[in-house]
């Protein structure tokens, strides 16, 4: 039986798409014999023509992602867009390691391991960018002292 048009008026009475109109496969004969609004309304009132609910879209990949990308997963070569620098800011890492650096240079004087003078000679240098990390810092103040 088709009931195309049926479904085309209910849907434009229950303002609808027609994809959204659930016909009865039981009741098709009577659905087929309806030809005016009044008859679809009737139908509908006797549940043999319903609006079918709408399909949400799944989101459990999407928390599974999520949770993975938690992890640090889902971030190796294939996965990034952009460069090394609109990835991390370089004046954050700039900031972590002069910080770093700054603060080690305090501790060893407060430690007197280097005299005020060489203190501003270092900070100096590692203000210019001389020195890669800490490791770098002690290194060359180790062998200033040798």
């Keep these: 039986m088709n009931t195309r048009q ?8 229950l303002n609808v798409g027609k994809d959204r109109i659930w016909v009865s496969p039981d009741n ?4 087929n014999s309806a030809i005016t609004r009044h008859d679809i309304r009737t139908l509908i009132s006797k549940d043999i023509i319903k609006v079918a609910s709408l399909k949400g879209q799944s989101r459990v990949r999407a928390r ?14 294939g996965s990034r867009k952009g ?5 991390s800011y370089p004046k954050v890492e700039w ?9 080690e240079l305090l501790k060893l004087k407060a430690k007197e391991v280097i005299l ?11 203000t210019s960018g001389f020195f890669r990390n800490k ?4 290194l060359y103040i180790k062998k200033l002292k040798e």
């Design 6 to 13: 049926q479904k085309e008026l209910a849907a434009r009475m």
């Design 28 to 31: 098709a004969d009577d659905v």
């Design 64 to 77: 599974k992602i999520a949770i993975q990308k938690k992890k640090s997963l889902r971030c190796g070569s």
């Design 83 to 87: 460069t090394a620098k609109t990835r």
């Design 95 to 103: 900031m972590k390691k002069i910080r770093a650096l700054r603060s």
């Design 116 to 126: 005020s003078t060489e203190y501003t000679k270092l900070y100096r240098l590692s």
């Design 135 to 138: 490791a770098h810092l002690n």
